[in-house]
């Protein structure tokens, strides 16, 4: 018997219940793994409260990230063993998988081992945020070298990701954030610039930061009304991506503005990447190779304990974390 966190009816964090269940062995092309960490993702508060993509079949599993070791492995798994460390990239549907649980099977493709100078806590907070922001900028976007790019609700995880990630590649972040009492943490975090506010003023001040050029690339999770504002500060070309809709209204686009610099307006979703295996493999590359030199480090805000994913759920609700949830198992 394992304990699992699964939901039997939508609602608050409270509908999240602890149940004792039996974990089958790994089918072919699975991976069991003895989990010991989770990273807890807004889309996982979606699913519960019935806003997300899928509709839940009850009773569900939900959890797209987790750390452990592997238990053992399904026929045709050649690439890892048991005993391996192991973290879960979120490349399935909660239809399939959930990770929130002691022990877990996930489908091999979504598995990666990592760095052995990462911790459990860190593994599991590293794939949605970094494979995320990894799309959109240089996978889609192929952002350069002294290109800038605006990054909205620069404190959120993959938010951070995307800041790591400018820096890699000598891009200039610039972190956008409602709050001027996160201006300190972003800037410690690597961003070139930080513009609080509701972004009235941000096409004056984005380009007076670039010369009069602009921005090449908005990486938005927002929306919203506020979003023709990053519209009007992109430079030629630009390219703006809408990856979330934390503001579920719609964007005004300033059809001139559109129409004079040739601007791209794109919708964007992780899956379009771990759903690609070419795409998928150039991710895992990229993001190990900066885990091991150190460019890209997974920003973890607060811990909890198994017991307490109600209480972790409520505390990403509130949204006043800079960076990852993590709970420990």
Aim: hydrophobic share 45%.
């Amino acid at each position: 018997m394992s304990r699992v966190i699964r939901i039997h009816r939508i609602g608050g964090p409270e509908v999240l219940q602890i149940d004792d269940i039996d974990v089958p062995a790994p089918n072919a092309g699975e991976v069991q793994i003895d989990v010991k960490a989770i990273g807890i993702n807004r889309a996982e508060v979606m699913y519960r409260t019935g806003q997300y993509t899928i509709e839940p079949r009850l009773p569900s599993r939900l959890g797209y990230e987790a750390s452990g070791v592997v238990a053992a492995v399904g026929s045709g798994v050649k690439d890892f063993a048991v005993g391996d460390a192991v973290s879960v990239v979120p490349a399935f549907s909660f239809a399939d998988y959930g990770m929130y649980g002691e022990r877990v099977n996930a489908p091999v493709h979504a598995v990666v081992k990592h760095p052995p100078s990462l911790s459990f806590e860190d593994a599991a907070a590293t794939w949605m945020m970094f494979t995320t922001a990894y799309g959109a900028l240089i996978e889609i976007g192929r952002l350069q070298e002294g290109e800038t790019v605006l990054i909205g609700a620069a404190s959120s995880s993959v938010g951070l990701a995307a800041i790591q990630i400018a820096n890699m590649v000598g891009a200039i972040p610039v972190a956008l954030t409602r709050s001027e009492k996160k201006r300190d943490a972003l800037l410690a975090a690597g961003a070139a610039h930080v513009i609080a506010g509701d972004g009235a003023d941000l096409p004056e001040k984005v380009m007076a930061l670039t010369q009069g050029r602009g921005a090449r690339m908005a990486f938005d999770p927002v929306g919203g009304p506020a979003a023709a504002y990053q519209l009007k500060a992109l430079c030629a070309y630009g390219i703006f991506f809408q990856y979330g809709a934390l503001d579920a209204r719609d964007i005004p686009v300033p059809v001139m503005d559109l129409l004079s610099k040739d601007l791209t307006v794109r919708g964007y979703r992780l899956f379009e990447i771990t759903g690609d295996p070419q795409k998928l493999a150039h991710a895992k590359h990229f993001i190990t190779d900066g885990l091991a030199s150190g460019a890209l480090k997974p920003s973890i805000d607060r811990v909890f304990g198994f017991d307490e994913m109600a209480d972790a759920h409520r505390y990403m609700e509130a949204g006043a974390q800079v960076g990852k949830i993590v709970v420990t198992v």
